[in-house]
Nanobody, 120 residues
Framework: QVRLLESGGGLVQPGGSLRLSCAASGSILKINAMGWYRQAPGKQRELVAGVNSAGVASYADSVNGRFTISSDNAENTVYLQMNSLKPEDTAVYYC??????????????WGQGTPVTVSS
């Protein structure tokens, strides 16, 4: 099975920075896309940033210019660099991947989530 391991969440002051990491492991032949989602208390999960196999990135308007998504294809790892953090960025952040396994079947997987709290 394919699993995602997330890390890098924590408590930071407004204006601070965090770098989230998500490493995929298992019977992966190719990653088609990876992305970061977040869910704040009482709200639905929303897409924050994504990157496709061509390296094209997209961002939610609320984080555009502050967050940067990047990937290391050789290690099946995706990162989210978060700068100029605001209290409204507080949420549990989830990694997601769409992949092709070694049997040439497509699939998707979610990470367990890593909490980010922005507060003074």
């Amino acid at each position: 099975q394919v699993r995602l391991l997330e890390s890098g969440g924590g408590l930071v002051q407004p204006g601070g920075s965090l770098r989230l990491s998500c490493a995929a492991s298992g019977s992966i032949l190719k990653i088609n896309a990876m992305g970061w989602y977040r869910q704040a208390p009482g709200k639905q999960r929303e897409l924050v940033a994504g990157v496709n196999s061509a390296g094209v990135a997209s961002y939610a308007d609320s984080v555009n210019g502050r967050f940067t998504i990047s990937s290391d294809n050789a290690e099946n790892t995706v990162y989210l660099q978060m700068n100029s953090l605001k209290p409204e960025d507080t949420a549990v952040y989830y990694c997601k991947t769409d992949y092709v396994n070694r049997a040439f079947a497509t699939g998707g997987a979610w990470g367990q989530g890593t909490p980010v709290t922005v507060s003074s």
